[in-house]
């Protein structure tokens, strides 16, 4: 098949499959803090409150845009463009899987392998910031410039630490493109333990793991580094002028930018998709397991459900997670969806533990996030750097 | 007249394209340079010559088969990195001394 | 598609240029110079040097010009006014600067010898792997006297920006 009409399909998909990923993070986000916070979170719109992404998108297109005068018009619209873009990008370059075969044509799960992929994350997530600055900028509002500038220098300051954090896997990987990254942490120690890079001599490489995940925190605005953008803080920050798509849009930005920052630490520091433990001890039944004990959940339930119809709709999930659950036993789509489960695993962990450190965790003061950037997180990086290629030089 | 390659567009990009790109960016930015008054776009002016050059060295290099061109690149953006971090900071300074970014009235010679 | 490729970035970066140098705006001309240096980026792919393309978006596209952008909506100054040049200047200024890109177009043309164009894919030498090894072993004391620059550009930067503590 030409390469030009393979790419397509695979954009096709992937674009596909992310937008509605993206849609219900946001649903998995309510529901997460909502329990956490001992309440339940939306369940009015569809049944559990599944449909309401949608309600969500149909608001924001109907909204009224309300531009307020003396914005620069130019760069008012450009800048919800820019950072919905550049928080794009990355989705075509990660992996999502390895190599497959499908109704003849051996392709990978991924769009495309650039050679030198992570410094391209790198390079996109810094191009980021413009989204940020110009729209802090061309809102003509005091405290629109305050947030976006500040925002701005967060996101740079923190891009050093997460460098640095990068470099140190890199080091033991001797690859920069993704593919060859996975490929590097494929096997297993004893037979049992994954050679993930988290796992791997001469130095595991927790300490980057944690440098990483904290500076993703922080490039992305989430809690506990989101003061920039918070409500009750600078009035809403760099997106306080903007309404209806332009909003959506940034939303949109900061959540892939979220599912980006997790792709890349499962890739880097998780092993990509390869599974916990080897074939021969049986992982390739664990996502039927999986399902299937979240059927027996639903079923269990709907015996005596806490709502009225829940009675129906229970039943009706359970009867979906079971037909996952047998999907997974048939070896013609399990070359597929095995590593595209374990690798949604991963990164579904990594999002869950943003969700819940959201829910958890108060914010940082805007100089003490500074602070902890400079005079702790760059050092510790810069250390840990020091102490991985030593040890990889003796080695 | 040495004789061009076929010019076509499914074929290869002659190779003194990427000179004559480099040129005309090179001519802007000296555009730039001379004819504007603020002292930020001068400055712009100045990392757009700069560029025009690193096309030219990498150019060059993909012509020689060697990656020499590649590093010394590396190095002018290095520098123009460098450079720029200074160059910010004393406008800064002008600035806060002048109240004002027009080159022109910067000057305090008489005449 | 190598030639497709090349006229369309090259006329991004020759357009985002001029829109440089005429914008009033300091901000609409460094959105530009982004423009410039996201096209040169990819002409440089084109060429093969894939490392020195994602240092370029990295460190030209992603840090500096993020600072003049900063500096630029830190000082706020607004558009500039219009330019009061004699009148020779401004009307004898770009047909020289026509002139000037037509000579060394000729020169590029008439004295450079024939050589095969540019295919991407030809030159294999633009990886990390390959610039990292020759700017370790061959040009490592130039490297390291970068490193050192680069620290007195900070400690300049810190020194000249800072606010007098009374």
């Given amino acids: 098949m030409p390469y030009l009409i393979l790419a397509l399909i695979k954009t096709v998909l992937v674009v596909a499959i992310i937008m509605h990923v993206l849609a219900y993070l946001q649903w998995v986000e309510r529901k997460v803090i909502a329990h956490v916070q001992l309440r339940v979170g939306p369940r009015r719109v569809g049944p559990h409150g599944l449909l309401q992404p949608?309600?969500?998108?149909?608001?924001?297109?109907?909204k009224e845009g309300l531009i307020p005068s003396h914005v620069h018009t130019v760069f008012y619209f450009l800048a919800p463009f820019l950072a919905v873009v550049f928080a794009l990008i990355p989705m075509a370059l990660i992996p999502y899987g390895g190599d497959i075969t499908v109704f003849g044509v051996h392709t990978s799960m991924q769009v495309t392998d650039v050679s030198v992929g992570i410094l391209l994350v790198l390079g996109l997530s810094g191009m980021g910031v413009y989204g940020v600055a110009l729209a802090g900028w061309a809102s003509n509002n005091k405290y629109s410039l305050m947030g976006g500038l500040r925002s701005s220098a967060q996101m740079i300051s923190y891009e050093l630490p997460m460098a640095m954090a990068i470099a140190a896997p890199l080091l033991m990987l001797n690859t920069l493109s993704f593919r060859g990254m996975v490929d590097g942490q494929a096997g297993f120690y004893f037979g049992f333990l994954p050679k993930w890079i988290v796992f791997q001599g001469p130095f595991p490489q927790v300490i980057s793991f944690l440098l990483f995940i904290t500076a993703g925190f922080a490039e992305t605005n989430r809690v506990p580094f989101d003061l920039p953008e918070a409500e009750n803080e600078l009035v809403a920050g760099f997106h306080t002028e903007y309404s209806s798509m332009q909003f959506a849009a940034f939303f949109m930005a900061e959540y892939a930018n979220m599912i980006?920052?997790?792709?890349?630490?499962?890739?880097?520091?998780?092993?990509?998709?390869?599974?916990?433990?080897?074939?021969?001890?049986?992982?390739?039944?664990?996502?039927?397991?999986?399902?299937?004990?979240?059927?027996?959940?639903?079923?269990?339930?709907?015996?005596s459900p806490a709502r009225p119809f829940d009675r129906i709709t229970l039943p009706v999930f359970g009867v979906i997670f079971l037909g996952i659950a047998g999907a997974f036993l048939v070896p013609v789509i399990q070359t597929v969806?095995?590593?595209?489960?374990?690798?949604?695993?991963?990164?579904?962990?990594?999002?869950?533990v943003f969700i819940w450190v959201r829910?958890?965790?108060?914010?940082?003061?805007?100089?003490?996030?500074?602070?902890?950037a400079w005079t702790f997180l760059f050092p510790l990086a810069i250390a840990n750097l020091f102490l991985t290629g030593l040890l990889v030089a003796l080695s | 007249m040495p004789p061009m390659p076929q010019l076509s567009l499914s074929g290869v990009v002659p190779f003194n394209w990427y000179l004559i790109l480099s040129v005309i960016l090179f001519a802007l930015g000296v555009a730039g340079f001379l004819f504007r008054r603020n002292i930020i776009t001068v400055f712009m002016s100045i990392e757009l010559m700069l560029n025009a050059v690193n096309l030219t060295f990498i150019a060059f290099s993909y012509k020689?088969?060697?990656?020499d061109g590649h590093i010394f690149s590396f190095f002018v953006m290095v520098v123009a990195a460098a450079e720029a971090a200074v160059g910010l900071a004393i406008i800064l300074t002008v600035f806060k001394n002048r109240q004002t970014l027009e080159i022109d009235e910067v000057s305090s010679l008489n005449n | 598609m190598d030639v497709i490729l090349f006229l369309l970035f090259a006329g991004v970066a020759v357009i985002c240029a001029i829109n440089l140098v005429l914008q009033t705006h300091p901000i609409s001309s460094a959105l530009s110079l982004v423009g410039v240096m996201g096209a040169l980026a990819l002409i440089y792919l084109q060429l093969g040097g894939e490392f020195i393309a994602m240092a370029q978006l990295i460190v030209y596209a992603g840090a500096v010009m993020v600072l003049f952008v900063f500096v630029i909506m830190l000082?706020?100054?607004?558009?500039?006014?219009?330019?009061?040049?004699?009148?020779?200047?401004r009307w004898g200024?770009?047909?020289?600067?026509?002139?000037?890109?037509?000579?060394?177009?000729?020169?590029?043309?008439?004295?450079?010898?024939?050589?095969?164009?540019?295919?991407?894919?030809?030159?294999?030498?633009?990886?990390?792997?390959?610039?990292?090894?020759?700017l370790f072993t061959v040009y490592l004391l130039?490297?390291?006297?970068?490193?050192?620059?680069?620290?007195?550009?900070i400690v300049g930067a810190i020194v000249l920006a800072r606010k007098e503590i009374d």
């Fill in chain 2, 64 to 67: 020689m088969g060697q990656n």
């Fill in chain 3, 75 to 89: 000082l706020n100054e607004g558009k500039e006014r219009k330019m009061q040049r004699k009148l020779w200047v």
């Fill in chain 1, 54 to 62: 949608l309600a969500d998108v149909i608001k924001l297109i109907t």
């Fill in chain 1, 337 to 352: 969806l095995l590593p595209l489960f374990w690798f949604g695993a991963k990164t579904g962990t990594i999002l869950f």
């Fill in chain 1, 260 to 303: 980006t920052v997790s792709a890349i630490a499962t890739i880097l520091f998780l092993g990509g998709w390869h599974p916990l433990w080897p074939a021969e001890y049986g992982s390739k039944f664990v996502p039927t397991v999986i399902f299937g004990l979240s059927a027996l959940v639903c079923f269990s339930h709907a015996a």
């Fill in chain 3, 142 to 153: 130039p490297f390291e006297v970068t490193s050192v620059l680069i620290l007195i550009a």
């Fill in chain 1, 359 to 372: 829910a958890t965790l108060p914010r940082f003061r805007y100089d003490q996030l500074m602070r902890f």
């Fill in chain 3, 93 to 134: 200024g770009p047909p020289l600067l026509f002139v000037f890109v037509a000579i060394m177009a000729t020169v590029v043309e008439h004295f450079l010898p024939p050589s095969e164009g540019v295919t991407f894919g030809a030159f294999t030498k633009g990886t990390a792997e390959a610039i990292g090894t020759k």
